[in-house]
Structures are given as C-alpha cells and as structure tokens.
C-alpha cells in the first residue's frame, strides 16, 4: 500500500477498507440516493414556504355597516345531506330557501279559504287585496304574508278597525239615544208573498210645450183590479241598474209598479228631465182606477238657440236670399198716392 492511501484511510477512518481506485459499493449507492431524497424534500419545502411568505393578502372583511352583505347558507352540513355534495350556496338560493321555509311555515298556520285579504283574477294568478300586490301562485302569496308589508299593513288595518269600532262601554249619545228608541217602537215589515196576475194596460202619447217647445210624454195606464189601499209609483232608473237588456248610456228606463200587476217600464232617451212641478208630475184616479204620469225633456242647448234664432226679426232660414233694402231692384214697389 502506498503512503497516499494510507493517508487517505487514515483521513476517512469511517469508509471500508478498499481500494480508492476501485468503484464504490452497493452501502455507498443506498447512501447517495437517501442524501438526494432528502435534499430534494428540503428544496420543496422552501418553496412553499417562500410562496407562502409571499403570497398577497386576502381581501379584507365585509363592513359589518355595509347592506348588501352576502348571506351565505351552508347546505353542505344539512341533516341528511351527503358529505362534500355541495359547496356554500349563494345568495339567490339562500332567498329561494327561505321562501320555502316560509311557505311551509304559512300553510301550517293560514287557511287560504279563509284568509279575507286571497284573491285569484281572471289571469290566473292571485292578489293580496290589503297589499294590492300581485303573485303567481299560492307559495308566493304565502311567502309574501309572512312579509315585513303585510304584517305592517295588517297592524294598520287592525288599529283603524279599533278606532272606528264604537267602545260599548262608552255612554250612548243623545242622537243614538233616539235613533235607538225609534228602532224600538216600529214594527217589523215582512216580505209579502203577492201572486202576479199580469201586465196592466197602458197607453203613451207624446207631447211639446207650445211655450217652451219642449218634447215630452203622456203615460195612462189602467189597473182595474189593483189591491186595496195601494197606489201606484214610479222612478226613472239607468240604464246600468237593469239587467234584462244590454246597457247603453244613450238610454234609460221609466219603471211603474203597482201590485199585484207586473212592474211595467219605458225605455226613453237618456236626456235630463225637468223636474218642475208643472212639468214632471203623476195622477191616480180612484174611481176610473187610471194612473197618469207626465214628464218633459229639458230643452237641448243647441235646440234652444236654434228656435231663438228663427224667432228673431229679419232671420231667413238658410239658403234662401234675404232681401236688402238697399238694392232698389230688391226694394219693395211704392203705389202712387
């Protein structure tokens, strides 16, 4: 052995005894790989730890005073639910949750055949009368009674009730005193029963004003078997009030009733009526058993002044030439004296 190997053995007591010119052995290739595993391992770690020393900060917090905060519902956790099924929901289905809740909450406590304020239109879809909103089915509605506006209307519904409703601990005024007495005293009326033997005859005439030259009519109508003690009475009535025919605003109705005949009426024009007492008035024979009734039109305007103009000195109705004065073929002929 030579005097550099000896040195070299000497410098390194720990490796095997072998030949330095030889090639290293299998200990020696279990040992590099173990050193590289570990250096690649701790090459990584600074790595990550250096990304993570640099990485940017998260955004900060929501303002607590901020409105439009995000409400995050975490259906992951649920009862029932299946694990890592579902990440955090957003906030268009938070609401869309709570509105279940809510409508299954109402339908355990509101009837809707009861509820006073549930209406369906003729589109289908249902109205919140205290409210006037509109939904397009019964979950919606329900939802919307559970609402901050309906529970705040409703409290204001109930609060005006209480004002309006009479105490009836409160002493009873003089007017309601009287009003309560006259109550007392009267009789109770009863409808009668009354058998209908037919319409009665009748005749119509129509007439004018020679003075006022206002259009009117004459009614005459018989009722020889009329009940005892009974008159007849009439009233003008609209069109809109009946409905038997069609209504229609350039129309309404004299109606006459007396019993036990069939209530007859009129279909006139839907003109204002002058209700003077020389001009509007009824008559009801005894004897003749005849009933008159007399009515006029007021005068249209356009009528009015029309008549007024012909009445007026040198007026020629139109398309006739009026005669001037002043034209001496026009003049009229001088008769020598």
Same mark, same amino acid.
């Given at each position: ?25 299998? %200990? ?7 050193? %590289? ?21 998260? *955004? *900060? ?26 990440? $955090?929901?957003?906030? %268009?289905?938070?609401? $869309?949750? &709570? ?41 919606? #509605? ?57 319409? /009665? ?8 004003? /020679? ?41 309404? #109705? ?16 839907? &003109? ?42 040198? #007026?020629?109705? *139109? ?12 003049? *009229? ?5």
């Amino acid at each position: 052995m030579r005097a550099c190997d000896q040195h070299l053995l000497a410098f390194h007591p720990s490796k095997d005894q072998h030949d330095i010119n030889t090639g290293p052995t299998d %200990s020696n290739k279990e040992q590099y790989h173990e050193d %590289s595993f570990f250096n690649r391992t701790r090459k990584r770690q600074k790595v990550s730890s250096f990304v993570t020393n640099n990485r940017a900060s998260p *955004p *900060p917090p929501h303002n607590r005073h901020n409105k439009t905060k995000d409400i995050m519902a975490d259906r992951q956790n649920r009862v029932g639910s299946k694990i890592g099924g579902a990440g $955090v929901a957003g906030a %268009s289905e938070s609401n $869309v949750d &709570r509105r279940e809740r809510l409508r299954k909450l109402a339908l355990e406590t509101i009837d809707l055949a009861k509820d006073p304020y549930f209406m369906r239109n003729h589109l289908g879809s249902y109205e919140c009368k205290l409210c006037l909103t509109l939904h397009t089915n019964e979950g919606s #509605y329900l939802a919307h009674t559970q609402g901050k506006k309906h529970q705040t209307n409703l409290g204001r519904r109930a609060a005006k009730d209480a004002m309006e409703k009479p105490d009836p601990l409160a002493p009873l005024t003089a007017a309601q005193q009287q009003a309560l007495k006259s109550t007392s005293t009267t009789q109770p009326t009863f409808k009668r029963n009354i058998i209908k033997i037919g319409l /009665p005859g009748y005749k119509v005439t129509k007439i004018r004003d /020679p003075t006022s030259r206002q259009v009117g009519l004459l009614f005459e109508i018989a009722y020889p078997e009329i009940g005892q003690g009974i008159e007849p009475r009439y009233r003008f009535m609209s069109a809109y009030e009946q409905q038997i025919q069609a209504p229609n605003k350039a129309h309404q #109705y004299l109606v006459i009733a007396a019993e036990p005949y069939e209530t007859i009426s009129f279909k006139v024009q839907s &003109r204002d009526i002058d209700r003077a007492e020389e001009k509007l008035w009824s008559h009801w024979d005894v004897d003749q058993k005849m009933y008159t009734m007399q009515f006029f039109f007021k005068n249209d305007q356009r009528l009015l002044s029309s008549s007024r103009m012909e009445s007026a000195p040198g #007026y020629s109705a *139109p398309g006739t030439q009026m005669a001037n004065p002043l034209n001496p073929f026009h003049a *009229p002929m001088r008769t020598a004296a």
